[in-house]
């Protein structure tokens, strides 16, 4: 089992930034992709980025790309999204999983936090 717990969200004007954490509970951490996803109000979950168990790899969506990374430290069960440059239109509650394979899929993940609420403001 993992406990995921998302924190950093917040108010930022657009162009500013933002660095999301989601820290895990569980031993098994290290072995599983974790992937970041976003859900507007009235829209579905949508993928935004994901990094393999190694750190290794790592994919994006391409409406980020460019902008956001990805990144974990399997010795803090931490991952990390640092956002830069922020639109208004990347304002959504953001979710961490965790899942056994890298996808792009909100269904092929297991674990879920509770999401942050990020505000970019024009």
């Known amino acids: 089992q993992v406990q995921l717990v998302e924190s950093g969200g917040g108010l930022v004007q657009a162009g500013g930034s933002l660095r999301l954490s989601c820290a895990a509970s569980?031993?098994?951490?290290?072995?599983?992709?974790m992937g970041w996803f976003r859900q507007a109000p009235g829209k579905e979950r949508e993928f935004v980025a994901v990094?393999?168990?190694?750190?290794?790899?790592?994919y994006y969506a391409d409406s980020v790309k460019g902008r956001f990374t990805i990144s974990r430290d399997n010795a803090k069960n931490t991952v990390y999204l640092q956002m830069n440059s922020l639109k208004p239109e990347d304002t959504a509650v953001y979710y961490c999983a965790g899942g056994q394979w890298a996808t792009t899929i909100p269904g092929d993940y297991n674990y879920w936090g509770q999401g942050t609420q990020v505000t970019v403001s024009s």
């Open positions: 569980g031993r098994t951490f290290s072995t599983y992709a």
């Open positions: 990094i393999r168990w190694s750190g290794g790899t790592t």
